[in-house]
């Protein structure tokens, strides 16, 4: 997901950027009042201070094979999102994508074990976000998707959320539940009102302005909007449990200017409390991803997060304060900040346990790099050597522009592999992917 248009803000001089900055000021100040911000703790990065992370050997336990349909000559590929869910129902897992080139969704069906074949199973502007889930309780998964409109910057109402279900085996219909609204870059399910039926939370990511909010469900395919938040950017809307009061709350990373994370804190009936938990001093930090995982295994959920977008860059080749960080889930909705690791054109990360110890990992792709260095990584696991301690092992530099990681045991081994997406959006094109397989090996003892 970008954060900004191509070249937005490059050529800014020193007294302009001031008056960005008191501009940024006027309007945080304006927020309406349903994103009036409620007093709790927040933190802010502190790379400077951050020792840099141990290096270890290059990981050579991950495979490649590409999946699904390869790119042409002339095709740019641009997977937006990827997914792992056993969508059939036949005991074996699968893939589902948001392919933004050709504005579909894509089910890639293993049958038999190790091969794919892939269809179509929707048509969506601008597929951003899809998540596998039972949304209509019938026992089978459907598909919740965020459909941008279109992929690049537009301020128009060109947004839609698109509910895929699932009517009979590998058989689907879209309902478009909500459209003519900012660009829509995420949602989620889940009961967010304690009635006993999955509601939805949304990031509105627009363009200069965007919103977050979530929709109450009042039948079968029939939603309530309620609006949470007005502010522009949007990328991520996950649901947790994140206090520990046993309701859902909304965690949300905003980007553009704002640099923010926020926990709508629910009070168990769909009433929520925006709750800033983090905020970047730097307005170009470059957020690119969060997801929920418990890095530390204490019970709660940590927040994973990179920032590593550089799509609004002449050259698009990450930063040098690109990377990923650890907001550790401390009670109270306060979070410990622990930077990670340092990497350019940082995004997309996911934990699990890859090598078997015990332990969460992390999974991160770079999509912007100085492809040019044959060093450059597109593919980096950090591994958790103790608690709280992370070792990174360099995965891959090619393909490059990797955006995306969903992770599952595809090959039935026990041991989790991962499917990555590129987004080739910029120069240059010479090692391209669309989907990709990478089946693991790598398993540590205990």
């Known amino acids: 997901m970008t954060s900004r248009a191509f070249i937005a803000g490059v050529a800014v001089a020193a007294g302009v950027a001031a008056m960005a900055a008191v501009a940024l000021q006027l309007r945080r100040a304006e927020l309406d009042v349903g994103a009036v911000v409620a007093p709790a703790p927040s933190v802010t990065e502190t790379i400077a201070a951050t020792p840099p992370v141990a290096r270890g050997p290059k990981l050579d336990g991950l495979t490649p094979r590409p999946l699904g349909a390869p790119p042409g000559p002339d095709d740019r590929p641009m997977i937006a999102n990827v997914a792992v869910a056993d969508l059939d129902a036949d005991g074996l897992l699968d893939v589902v994508a948001a392919d933004a080139a050709v504005n579909r969704i894509v089910w890639l069906r293993q049958a038999p074990p190790g091969r794919f074949t892939e269809t179509v199973v929707a048509e969506v502007p601008g597929p951003a976000h899809v998540e596998p889930v039972d949304l209509d309780g019938d026992g089978d998964l459907d598909l919740a998707v965020g459909s941008l409109g279109v992929l690049f910057p537009n301020n128009q109402p060109i947004g839609a959320v698109v509910l ?27 009961d967010l009102d304690g009635d006993g039926d999955l509601d939805l939370s949304v990031a509105h990511f627009g363009y200069d302005q965007g919103e977050t909010r979530w929709l109450e469900r009042t039948g079968p395919w029939s939603f309530t909007s309620h609006r949470l938040q007005s502010l522009s950017g949007p990328i991520n809307a996950e649901i947790a449990d994140v206090d520990g009061d046993r309701d859902l709350d909304i965690v949300t990373l905003v980007s553009q200017e704002w640099e923010e994370i926020y926990v709508f804190e629910n009070d168990g009936r769909g009433g929520f409390t925006p709750r800033r938990v983090f905020g970047a001093s730097n307005e170009d930090f470059g957020s690119s991803w969060i ?111 990797l955006l995306t990681v969903a992770i599952g045991d595809l090959t039935g081994d026990g041991l989790p592999d991962l499917v990555t997406g590129g987004m080739h959006m910029s120069w240059p094109y010479d090692r391209l992917s669309r989907l990709t397989l990478w089946t693991s090996t790598w398993r540590q003892r205990r």
């Open 291 to 401: 997801s929920l995982a418990d890095l530390d295994a204490d019970g709660d959920p940590d927040i994973v997060y990179s920032n590593g977008d550089a799509f609004d860059y002449a050259t698009t080749s990450g930063r040098s304060w690109n990377g990923v960080q650890w907001l550790e889930n401390t009670g109270g909705l306060a979070f410990t900040y622990h930077r990670i690791a340092d990497i350019p054109g940082a995004s997309g990360p996911e934990a699990a346990d890859l090598d078997g110890d015990g332990d969460l990992d992390i999974a991160v792709m770079s999509a912007y790099n100085n492809w040019a260095d044959p060093a450059a990584q597109s593919f980096v696991v950090l591994e958790q050597t103790a608690r709280g301690v992370f070792t990174r092992r360099d995965v891959a530099s090619s393909p490059t522009h």
């Open 164 to 190: 895929v279900e699932q009517t009979a085996r590998g058989r689907f219909t879209s309902h478009v539940v909500l459209d003519k609204v900012p660009r829509v870059a995420d949602v989620r399910a889940g």
